[in-house]
């Protein structure tokens, strides 16, 4: 299952993009592509860790990324 082909997670972005543009009104946007990755990245790497019992190595190969990277981003997200 793609999320990003069924109307999921993609959808859901560019609905809470636009309603981000709508609430500006008229102020200047935060650079977006660091916004978006904040909001999501942390709740992923959460839901992840728990899925993955806690097991960091596992994480990181379910994120598809270096367990060094993934211990970086606990740290950063407070995530230990």
């Known amino acids: 299952m793609n ?3 069924n ?3 993609a959808d859901a972005v560019e609905r809470i993009l636009k309603q981000y543009f709508n609430d500006l009104d008229g102020e200047k946007p935060v650079p ?3 916004m978006v990755m904040k909001c999501v ?3 992923m790497i959460r839901f992840v860790l728990e899925r993955a019992s806690g097991n960091q190595s596992t994480a990181a190969r379910l ?3 270096n367990r060094n990277t993934l211990r970086r981003k606990l740290i950063d997200y407070d995530l230990l």
Do not use: A
């Open 63 to 65: 994120l598809g990324i």
């Open 41 to 43: 990245e942390k709740p």
């Open 32 to 34: 977006i592509y660091d």
């Open 7 to 9: 109307n999921g997670l």
């Open 3 to 5: 999320p990003c082909n």
